[in-house]
């Protein structure tokens, strides 16, 4: 007997997932989780938001090859990763990797047909959530096995790796982080999904680092988001992050609206735009010590952004933006013109960084418990 699902299930884990907003604080920065993805349905195929890569060779970009245009020059130097698409997009710019989150399942909820709607009707429907004693356990339940059964459906249709949101309001507990992960991964070998398919994206406060640094030392990929700052980019790296995201447009976006952080002023100082300055202090700062890390620049805003980051491992950049260098057809070899490399490992060890800069992770965890005033 096929099984039939109607909508107020899914609307109770939407309502759930709605009261669970969360703000963060990280090194600073007051942050608050994007709104809802506004989903467009076409031909049943939802937004999907694009993530890190497994390959670290941009040549194995799944954007356009062979064309004589910028898109295809910059995806020499950086694998370009589309920002967010519809099934009309996914032909043009097909995503290399993916993230599932709370938003991405408020959106499915929203929508009367997805491909992925049957991912958490299944997960609303498992025996096992539905019988356990407290309302709170059972709705983490069905939530768990939701985000993963849509992470499992992600996994086919992208080459890359999967990046799954560990709730936020876990942001300051170092053992819950684990311990959700952990839960996470269990669901995730239930359905056969590989480990290396999977990267776990983590919040950047010191009980999130870390927690990715206890993760990564058990094999398991982490992804450290919401970073603002060098120390923890520089923190994250130490720690072991397989991903490093810094967001190009917000730092921007705050340092025309505050002042007083030491960091933002120097750049502004110096000519630099923060949000650019920051990713190339620390992309330099992996390459010239030798961390593991991957560095993803997000939110870039417009092509002279993505220009400035050439060479950092991902840029994730919205369809705007790729549309812009798709239709702009690169200047041909004969007359001489190339993209230039801004960032290589080669010029990272001629970085300079201060004694203060070269902190260890250690030390600021240490200072950190011990309040602001001694860091």
Known sequence: ???????????????????????????????????????????????????????????????????????NAVSAFS??????????????????????????????????????????????????????????????????????????????????????????RLAYDTNGIIRKVHDLLRLYNEIDVPHERLLFKIPATWQGIEAARLLESEGIQTHITFVYSFAQAAAAAQAGASVIQIFVGRLRDWARNHSGDNEI????????????????????????????????????????????????????????????LKDSPAIPEDEKYSFVRKLTPETATHYHFTNKELVKWDQLSLASSMGPASV
Not at 34 to 60: E, G, K, W, Y
């Open 265 to 324: 002023e120097s750049a502004i100082k110096s000519g630099e735009d923060p949000g650019l300055a920051l990713v190339k202090r620390s992309y330099n700062y992996i390459h010239k010590y030798g961390y593991k890390s991957k560095l993803m620049a997000a939110a870039v805003r417009n092509k002279q952004d993505l220009f400035s980051l050439l060479g950092v491992d991902y840029v994730i950049a919205p369809l705007k933006v790729l549309q812009s």
């Open 79 to 168: 694998e370009i990763v589309p920002d967010t698409v519809v099934f009309d997009d996914f032909e043009r710019f097909p995503p290399t990797a993916a993230t599932v989150s709370s938003a991405l399942l408020l959106g499915i909820c929203g929508l009367p047909d997805t491909i992925f709607r049957n991912a958490v009707d299944m997960a609303l429907a498992d025996s096992s959530c539905a019988g356990l004693e407290t309302t709170e356990s059972r709705l983490s339940c069905f939530f768990n096995k939701a985000i993963v059964n849509v992470g499992g459906d992600l996994v086919k249709l992208v080459p890359g790796r999967v990046s799954t949101e560990v709730d936020a």
């Open 1 to 71: 007997m096929p099984l039939s699902l109607q909508s107020p299930p899914c609307a109770t884990l939407s309502a759930s997932i709605q009261k669970g907003r969360w703000k963060t604080l990280a090194a600073g920065f007051s942050v608050t989780p994007l709104p809802a993805v506004n989903f467009s349905l076409r031909r049943s195929i939802p937004r999907i938001l694009a993530s890190a890569s497994s390959s670290s060779s941009p040549s194995s970009s799944s954007l356009e090859a062979g064309e004589n245009n910028e898109l």
